[in-house]
């Protein structure tokens, strides 16, 4: 048996609770025993290993519900040109970005398959604890679809073995399609109920896949032990067919109008904002790296976006922390909360949002996202006070130590 207490910090454990002074947690092997006052814990006989946080702050792994960890940025020339096993190789950086960033656990909404996983698992390479959903399935002309007007085709997910092809029509293509999803090792499904930013024939108002389609999607997933289904959605007819349908999560959400905001609270439909996501697009279009069509469409959308997204949230509508990375470099993640800040929730919510409530998007609420005896020791020490300054967290530096399913895997003191 292995003991470490955390020690000598304030304790914000990702609950909402108000901040614990002199609080400790003490580790044993992968899971969290006990929690509270330091002077209220009681040690183990055997040898404790003790870790100093220096009178900063002890807080949950944070948890992104929606990376891309086999992509960074849309180039459509250089990812043309770049072998296809890079792909695989430059992962290994993003995923250790991801962990640096203090990022323990994500959900891979399209382009991970279950190598990627078990190469995480296993300890091949380093990385956060993912759910994956491998292809997005998109409608023919769709959002991931990417056939262009010149007839050409750039797929940022191409098919492949363990990697079913995306293009989908009809509903017993879709029921089809989504065992042969489920039969690679999908976690989730992914699907797109709406056109995209970043797709070349389309806009984020255009409804993608008929109710029929998005019923037998959602109904074939739950079959499988209850998998939820997550939607790029951004245009509201979209937005509230998927809702109807069942879908788990509405990933963007750019276009809600009141109706699709009451509909995600009758139905408990989770919201994932990625705030970040048209501002990288226009971020990266100034270095000249995303296509023209995307950039005009971020344009178009950031405002709205944020606007939307700030009436869910006094709505009431449950909102899980995501980011889209891979639009952006991975590891700087965290850069969502202070959006999120801006929109109107507080820098409590958003930390409960990354932490608490995107575990329990996750389905995983009763394993992480708190600081909690008996749930996996994923730990992380801050420098800074992040209720104070949550733009603090974007600073990978103010986050000098990574505990990881009790294991440290980042520790810059």
Same mark, same amino acid.
């Given at each position: 048996?292995?003991?470490?207490?955390?020690?000598? %910090?304030?304790?914000?454990?990702?609950?909402?609770?108000?901040?614990?002074?002199?609080?400790?947690?003490?580790?044993?092997?992968?899971? +969290?025993?006990?929690?509270?006052?330091?002077?209220?814990?009681?040690?183990?006989?055997?040898?404790?290993?003790?870790?100093?946080? #220096?009178?900063?702050? +002890?807080?949950?792994?944070?948890?992104?519900?929606?990376?891309?960890?086999?992509?960074?940025?849309?180039?459509?020339?250089?990812?043309?040109?770049?072998?296809?096993?890079?792909?695989?190789?430059?992962?290994?950086?993003?995923?250790?970005?991801?962990?640096?960033?203090?990022?323990?656990?994500?959900?891979?909404? %399209?382009?991970?398959?279950?190598?990627?996983?078990?190469?995480?698992?296993? %300890?091949?390479?380093?990385?956060?604890?993912?759910?994956?959903?491998?292809?997005?399935?998109?409608?023919t002309g769709g959002h991931?679809?990417?056939?262009?007007?010149?007839?050409? =085709?750039?797929?940022?997910?191409?098919?492949?073995?363990?990697?079913?092809?995306?293009? @989908?029509?009809?509903?017993?293509?879709?029921?089809?399609?989504?065992?042969?999803?489920?039969?690679?090792?999908?976690?989730?499904?992914?699907?797109?109920?709406?056109?995209? @930013?970043?797709?070349?024939?389309?806009?984020?108002?255009?409804?993608?896949?008929?109710?029929?389609?998005?019923?037998?999607?959602?109904?074939?997933?739950?079959?499988?032990?209850?998998?939820?289904?997550?939607?790029?959605?951004?245009?509201?007819?979209?937005?509230?067919?998927?809702i109807r349908a069942g879908?788990?999560?509405?990933?963007?959400?750019?276009?809600?109008?009141?109706?699709?905001?009451?509909?995600?609270?009758?139905?408990?439909?989770?919201?994932?904002?990625?705030?970040?996501?048209?501002?990288?697009?226009?971020?990266?279009?100034?270095?000249?790296?995303?296509? =023209?069509?995307?950039?005009? #469409?971020?344009?178009?959308?950031?405002?709205?976006?944020?606007?939307?997204?700030?009436?869910?949230?006094?709505?009431?509508?449950?909102?899980?922390?995501?980011?889209?990375?891979?639009?952006?470099?991975? %590891?700087?993640?965290?850069?969502?909360?202070?959006?999120?800040?801006?929109?109107?929730?507080?820098?409590?919510?958003?930390?409960?949002?990354?932490?608490?409530?995107?575990?329990?998007?996750?389905?995983?609420?009763?394993?992480?996202?708190?600081?909690?005896?008996?749930?996996?020791?994923?730990?992380?020490?801050?420098?800074?006070?992040?209720?104070?300054?949550?733009?603090?967290?974007?600073?990978?530096?103010? +986050?000098?130590?990574?505990?990881?399913?009790?294991? +440290?895997?980042?520790?810059?003191?």
């Open positions: 048996m292995t003991y470490q207490l955390i020690r000598n %910090g304030t304790l914000i454990d990702g609950t909402g609770a108000t901040p614990m002074t002199d609080a400790a947690v003490l580790v044993k092997d992968n899971r +969290i025993q006990a929690v509270g006052k330091a002077s209220s814990i009681r040690l183990p006989d055997a040898q404790t290993t003790e870790i100093d946080a #220096k009178g900063g702050f +002890i807080l949950p792994g944070m948890i992104d519900t929606h990376v891309h960890v086999m992509l960074e940025g849309v180039n459509i020339v250089r990812d043309m040109m770049t072998p296809f096993s890079m792909r695989f190789y430059n992962s290994v950086k993003y995923l250790k970005n991801t962990i640096d960033a203090g990022i323990t656990s994500v959900r891979d909404a %399209g382009g991970a398959d279950a190598g990627t996983k078990q190469a995480v698992e296993s %300890g091949v390479i380093l990385g956060p604890r993912l759910q994956i959903s491998i292809s997005v399935l998109t409608t991931g679809d990417g056939w262009m007007l010149s007839g050409m =085709e750039y797929d940022l997910f191409m098919a492949y073995p363990g990697f079913p092809e995306c293009r @989908v029509d009809g509903v017993d293509d879709c029921r089809r399609k989504v065992r042969e999803v489920l039969r690679a090792g999908a976690d989730v499904i992914k699907i797109c109920s709406t056109g995209g @930013v970043l797709s070349p024939t389309d806009h984020p108002e255009f409804t993608q896949f008929s109710p029929e389609e998005l019923e037998v999607i959602v109904r074939e997933a739950s079959y499988r032990r209850g998998v939820k289904v997550m939607s790029h959605a951004q245009g509201a007819e979209g937005v509230k067919n998927a879908v788990h999560s509405i990933e963007h959400g750019i276009f809600l109008d009141d109706e699709a905001i009451d509909l995600m609270l009758k139905h408990g439909t989770y919201l994932v904002p990625t705030l970040l996501a048209p501002l990288a697009v226009l971020e990266a279009g100034e270095k000249g790296g995303m296509p =023209e069509y995307g950039i005009r #469409k971020s344009r178009e959308v950031i405002e709205i976006h944020s606007d939307s997204i700030g009436r869910a949230h006094k709505a009431g509508v449950r909102i899980a922390m995501g980011t889209d990375a891979g639009v952006m470099p991975h %590891g700087t993640n965290l850069r969502e909360l202070g959006l999120m800040n801006k929109i109107g929730m507080n820098p409590m919510e958003t930390i409960v949002s990354t932490t608490k409530t995107a575990a329990e998007c996750l389905g995983w609420g009763d394993q992480v996202g708190t600081i909690e005896a008996g749930k996996l020791a994923d730990v992380i020490l801050l420098k800074t006070d992040p209720l104070k300054d949550i733009r603090s967290l974007e600073n990978v530096d103010n +986050i000098p130590l990574v505990m990881k399913d009790g294991k +440290i895997v980042k520790d810059k003191r």
